[in-house]
């Protein structure tokens, strides 16, 4: 079962900042926060990941709050093409990746 | 970055024949590959884990006899649905993990599945 609860749906407009909520109470020390989306039609593909630190690279940043229980994905500048289901996994380093029902995010112009 | 293929991306078989789908990573070696299927409007649903050189581990209610995965070299799966039924049509999708302690996941562009 997934250890993650996202809204199902979210709306952003063309050109600002998307922020995905995820909430992982249960997580534990050694897990670490994983973001994936799937554009339609087409395979996941790798966002972010962090464990307690806020990460930031060329795709997003993703904010942990402090006691590790939820996090937020940051596309900064949304354009049509981030419009896809966003998955936030939590998982140690060995386990496997499982899918919840993530986010499907509509990034309208 | 690393990249994932598979072939074909889509088929269409009928009822009762068997379709093979392969999983390659191209630039990378993987000795451990994963198979997920999703249907329509669902989420990935992971079927079973490929190890090369070894026998896949298949998730629970994920009948082995009917998805037959070889693991034959360190780049290549294959994912075999035996005696196909329009049931079994869906989007399959194959993934390899990158390197290191905290892996990412790296996914193939997926193969749909029609069976009439």
């Known amino acids: 079962d997934a250890k993650t609860t996202q809204p199902p749906s979210m709306d952003c407009a063309e050109g600002r900042a998307a922020n995905l909520p995820c909430n992982h109470s249960t997580i534990s020390g050694n897990e670490y926060v994983y973001w994936y989306r799937q554009i339609h039609s087409q395979g996941p593909q790798y966002i972010i990941h962090?464990?307690?630190n806020n990460e930031t690279n060329e795709m997003a940043s993703l904010i942990i709050t402090e006691d590790r229980k939820s996090s937020t994905l940051i596309l900064p500048h949304a354009t049509l093409r981030d419009t896809a289901v966003y998955y936030c996994?939590?998982?140690?380093?060995?386990?496997?990746?499982?899918f919840g029902k993530g986010t499907k995010l509509t990034v309208n112009p | 970055g690393a990249v994932v293929s598979q072939h074909p991306s889509w088929v269409i078989c009928k009822s009762g024949t068997s379709v093979k789908i392969e999983c390659r990573s191209l630039?990378?070696?993987?000795?451990?590959m994963f198979w997920y299927r999703q249907f329509p409007k669902q989420s990935l649903m992971l079927m079973a884990t490929?190890?090369?050189?070894?026998?896949?581990?298949?998730e629970q209610g994920v009948e082995k006899d009917k998805f037959l995965i070889n693991h034959a070299s360190l780049t290549l799966s294959t994912l075999t649905v035996t005696s196909a039924h329009p049931e079994d049509s869906s989007f399959y999708i194959c993934?390899?993990?990158?390197?290191?302690?905290?892996?990412?996941?790296?996914f193939g562009p997926g193969t749909r599945l029609l069976v009439l």
């Open positions: 490929s190890n090369e050189g070894s026998k896949a581990t298949y």
């Open positions: 996994i939590v998982k140690g380093g060995s386990e496997k990746l499982v």
């Open positions: 630039d990378f070696q993987a000795t451990t």
């Open positions: 962090g464990l307690k």
């Open positions: 993934s390899a993990p990158g390197q290191g302690y905290v892996e990412t996941q790296y």
